[in-house]
């Protein structure tokens, strides 16, 4: 018998609990699952870093902490946290993530916005390019990066990949380091910010970099908020160096009313839809997780906390 | 040598004189190319429906009429017209109609729209399910349409094609005939329209076929204008039947102001963008059926002067 903790808000416990029994089940695991286990009695956590467990120092014997979310930058910096963290990656995220970002770079190349808002009513042809006249570049190459590259190579976009080591993707122009961001930048016409918040990462998207793209750029954020330098971006809006971003994270969320993006006539506000985790799918990666600790195999998804993700 | 006319409005030469001389010199056919050349003296045809050219008959030695469009409606009733029709396949045609009923595909799919026009800034969160709990239906299985319908099932849909005769598309629930219909109607949470303009698909899309669709569909129509019977599609979008409708052709073209699709709150016109000839590539499809003319091969894409496509 292992005992699961589940560390999170009580309105995941709706969602999760069944289809996290569910998915126990499945590979014959004793598992006893629980909101409430005596800290040195627990062997896994399940975790949202919103949950109110923030000391794991009590927790002697848990192997790993299963993290409910992709992103982990409000946990590694824990300095109570000794064991195993790993990063959800869950296939349900991954493919919802695939399809915001595939459509919101078809928006932007096909140009639908001036007909879904023409209070003139006016017929004007502007013919798009096709997608393999069209240049898109994704900033970071991990698991989302990679799967949104990989679908837009496959639509006949010229994908360039940009990541802090050197990657491969087979379609993909991949570019890395510092001198690789220089030419990623050059070439968006769309660019997509897939990357992880980290201190490497913050503010990656400032005056210097937004200069570097094409003038009438188009930016898509459905990464990180603090990606951004929000006011370098306003300002690169205003300038129509960047002709429109379509933004899903921000540094504070919900987004303030106060704040300047809401009312910004070349940007769109989405409520960090982009990815969101599926009970479902997700439960299966977390148990899949368990069951390695178990067989002792090695971790999927592991965070590495130095570089932070 | 052969003689090549060139049959359409005087703009048009402009943007094909040098793309059909350079695919005509590329497999070697001795060719004359010119917008005025005596009747009697004429090979073949490059044509446009709204050329001068009507009266096929003083063209006693033609082969064949290659059209410049994708339609063919205008030139099928011609009775002056005994020698073979072929339709435009324009491989860029092609994959623009897919990047534009993919986009419009995944806006519908995502949502797009309420957070592209927000003004009272909601921060609302409406999860959309994944591509593969998503039933996408597409009417005609031409080569427009198949194209179509094997993206959306890469991207994850769940695709059905109708077509009038039973066609078979991988990864795609093929029906067909009247039967068929309105089983396809019945799954069409959203549904595009890329069937030929003939007396059988007139008004397809009616009151009776919209009362069968799911309710709250979506319906995008980058086909044939009258495939719809615009009085019965406003009186669906008022009573919520069909919750939004994106039309890029349409009866009269321009769509005239009056017409109540420019001010209504659930329709999206764009100006038949959704399928543009691309001069370069349509001129290899036409110099292809030349050289198969002299060399005594099957035409590609003729048309069927009973079906009408």
Avoid at 259 to 270: E, I, K, R
Wanted: net charge negative; with cysteine.
């Amino acid at each position: 018998m292992i005992n699961v903790l589940f560390a999170a808000r009580p309105e995941r416990w709706n969602t999760y609990e069944t289809p996290l029994r569910d998915a126990l089940s499945a590979p014959g695991i004793d598992a006893h699952l629980s909101q409430e286990i005596a800290p040195d009695q627990v062997d896994y956590i399940v975790y949202a870093p919103n949950s109110d467990v923030q000391d794991f120092a009590p927790f002697t014997r848990a192997k790993a902490v299963l993290n409910l979310w992709a992103g982990v930058e409000r946990i590694t910096g824990n300095e109570t946290l000794k064991i195993p963290l790993a990063r959800m990656v869950d296939p349900g995220l991954t493919k919802g993530m695939v399809e915001w970002v595939t459509g919101h770079v078809l928006r932007y190349h096909l140009g639908m916005d001036r007909h879904i808002v023409n209070p003139g009513h006016e017929w004007a042809v502007h013919t798009a390019p096709l997608a393999q006249e069209r240049d898109v570049v994704i900033l970071g190459l991990g698991a989302l990066g990679t799967a949104c590259a990989e679908v837009l190579v496959a639509l006949g976009f010229r994908v360039t990949g940009w990541s802090r080591s050197a990657k491969d993707v087979a379609g993909v122009s991949c570019l890395h380091g510092d001198a690789g961001l220089a030419e990623a930048l050059a070439r968006a016409e769309i660019a997509v910010t897939l990357l992880p918040d980290t201190p490497a990462t913050t503010n990656l998207i400032n005056a210097h970099t937004l200069a570097q793209m094409p003038r009438g750029a188009f930016l898509i954020n459905p990464g990180r908020g603090p990606l951004i330098d929000d006011d370098a971006l306003i300002s690169a809006l205003d300038a129509g160096q960047i002709a429109h971003a379509t933004l899903d994270v921000f540094r504070t969320e919900p987004l303030p009313q106060a704040h300047p993006f809401w009312a910004h006539p070349q940007v769109t506000v989405t409520p960090h839809i982009a990815a969101e985790t599926r009970a479902s799918t997700a439960s299966q990666s977390i148990v899949e997780n368990i069951r390695r600790g178990e067989a002792g195999e090695p971790w999927l998804n592991l965070v590495d906390r130095d570089l932070g993700y």
